[in-house]
């Protein structure tokens, strides 16, 4: 797996970005729909964006619904999902890079809740 650095005279965003390396579940949105979901994984997130890494093509432009499995419990019991809408800013390889639009947190429910993060296959050298 590839570390993010950033260098900070470079950095550009506004916000802090923080690492969260969670399992997610993306839904590429069409306008009859949602197209497709899939299962990825969080690399690192800020209050504007989310660094995402799937074994799934995204294309610039693309709205997606992005929900997060949270670390934290709701009164310490709830499991918590955070949802996310949003567009595809930039694409890299397994990597997408995710605008903010809207975002809240869910209950999660049983039917979310991966048990691990996806395998991602990583490049060959």
């Known amino acids: 797996m590839q570390k993010h650095r950033i260098d900070?005279?470079?950095?550009?965003?506004?916000?802090?970005?923080v690492p969260l390396e969670q399992a997610a579940v993306v839904?590429?949105?069409e306008r009859g729909g949602t197209r497709e979901s899939f299962p990825a994984r969080t690399l690192d997130m800020s209050s504007n964006g989310i660094?995402?890494?799937?074994?799934r093509e995204?294309?610039?432009g693309q709205r997606v619904e992005v929900a997060?499995?949270?670390p934290a419990k709701l009164d310490g019991k709830s499991q918590l999902k955070l949802v996310v809408l949003g567009r595809i800013k930039r694409c890299d390889g397994n990597q997408a890079a995710v605008s903010i639009?809207?975002?809240e947190f869910r209950t999660a429910g049983r039917t979310f809740a991966p048990s691990a993060p996806p395998a991602i296959a990583s490049p060959k050298d």
């Open 8 to 17: 900070p005279k470079t950095e550009r965003r506004q916000s802090l970005r």
């Open 27 to 29: 839904s590429v949105l």
């Open 51 to 55: 660094l995402l890494e799937c074994d």
């Open 58 to 60: 995204l294309r610039r």
């Open 68 to 70: 997060v499995c949270w």
């Open 101 to 103: 639009e809207k975002k």
